[in-house]
């Protein structure tokens, strides 16, 4: 089969060293004999990875330790839930900063268990992100939740906002491991693995330990991330195969140099994509603010700021005629996106730009 390349947004890309460890691993799970999808979550064999695991995790990112690291289940979405059933106690509110679709849920989603205050004000073009010293927060919120990268508009914190004492929460699921952060600056940091980290199916969860031990009565026991600390996060059957395969991925970022390594990779693999875009003289169109742009997903438009469905679609057909897929911008938004996350190599993004290049001089 001839080469493709996958820009997918998630499920996402996964490095293709890691497949061979995959498959010789699949049926005889370290010398067990059996498979890991058949081991029981009791297992030494079992409890051996769940620790290796979050060993990793901490390695990666530096992790303090006064920090707890938990699998949880139901993915990022499951998430939008659990943070306020787990955090909302403390004073009935909470803060958030909606820069996109995905806080926009986890707003949306806090509502249903207390009082949320809206940071900034409601927008339905998510295409930067409002200066901090006119944010509008309440001193009294119980977290300040942020998405730190915007899958679908491309908008990115490039920097931790202060949030005076406020637990800050955030979102990491689309650009989670992509470059060092100071986590000692976060209450929680929680995402979905499907991105950068991993295949769907489990939540990586970051929590300052201090902010356990004080759920919603109603909290779900398997999104109670003090039940799950206790348990080892192992309170359930947890999602073993997709925190198997975590594990297999931040070994993989580990070997390549890690979150530095990651770092500057993405910068040059975005740079190279925005670089195209900025240089065509208005024929590609990148809609967010240049000191927010993601370098983890990166949506643009065709022939106009609101795009040209004919060049739109020509663009798609010609892109997957070479192998370049999954470049369709979400439905929500359309035109095209490309993710470019940790496992996509910076030859994939080369060739994705050189297809830019040629499409542009063919239409101009
Ligand atoms: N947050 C962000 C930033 C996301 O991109 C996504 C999924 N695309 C989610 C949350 C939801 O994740 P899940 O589908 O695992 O519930």
Same mark, same amino acid.
């Given at each position: 089969m001839p080469k493709v390349y996958n820009f997918g947004a998630g499920p996402a890309k996964l490095p293709e060293e890691i497949y061979d460890i995959i498959k010789n691993e699949l049926t005889n799970y370290e010398g067990t004999g059996i498979s890991l999808l058949e081991?029981?979550? #009791?297992s030494s064999t079992y409890l051996k990875l769940n620790a290796e695991v979050q060993d990793v995790v901490r390695r990666l990112m530096d992790v303090p330790a006064n920090y707890k690291i938990l699998f949880m289940p139901a993915g990022g979405q499951g998430e939008f839930a659990a943070v306020p059933l787990n $955090?909302?106690? #403390?004073?009935g509110t909470a803060d958030y900063v909606v820069t996109g679709a995905w806080s926009e849920k986890a707003a949306k989603e806090a509502k249903k268990y207390g009082k949320v205050n809206l940071v900034v004000p409601p927008t339905n073009r998510y295409t930067d992100i409002p200066g901090q010293s006119t944010w509008n927060l309440?001193?009294?919120?119980s977290y300040v939740h942020i998405c730190?990268?915007?899958?679908?508009?491309g908008v990115e914190f490039h920097d931790i906002p202060d949030t005076k004492g406020v637990p800050l929460v955030a979102?990491?699921?689309?650009?989670?491991?992509s470059k060092k952060v100071?986590?000692?600056?976060?209450g929680v940091i929680y995402g979905g693995?499907?991105?950068?980290?991993g295949t769907s199916g489990v939540a990586l969860v970051i929590v300052r330990?201090? $902010? !356990?031990?004080?759920?919603?009565?109603?909290?779900p026991s398997v999104l109670d991330w003090t039940q799950a600390n206790k348990n080892d996060?192992? !309170?359930?059957?947890?999602?073993m195969f997709a925190i198997y395969i975590m594990g297999r991925v931040l070994q993989w970022i580990e070997r390549k140099g890690g979150l530095d390594a990651m770092a500057v990779a993405a910068t040059k693999k975005s740079s190279l994509i925005y670089d195209i875009i900025e240089k065509s003289n208005g024929f590609y169109y990148a809609p967010v603010a240049k000191h927010v742009r993601s370098k983890m997903n990166i949506p643009f438009r065709i022939g106009s700021s609101e795009g040209n469905d004919a060049l739109e679609k020509e663009f798609l057909k010609g892109a997957e005629a070479r192998? $370049?897929?999954? $470049?369709?911008?979400?439905r929500s938004v359309g035109g095209i996106r490309a993710s470019t996350y940790n496992a996509v190599t910076i030859e994939e993004v080369e060739t994705l730009a050189q297809y830019m290049k040629e499409f542009l001089a063919k239409h101009s």
């Open positions: 081991t029981s979550h #009791r $955090l909302m106690s #403390r004073t309440d001193p009294n919120a730190t990268n915007e899958t679908i508009h979102d990491m699921s689309s650009n989670f491991m100071d986590v000692s600056k976060f693995a499907q991105k950068n980290i330990e201090d $902010l !356990l031990s004080n759920p919603m009565p109603v909290c996060s192992i !309170l359930n059957t947890p999602p192998g $370049l897929i999954q $470049l369709k911008g979400h």
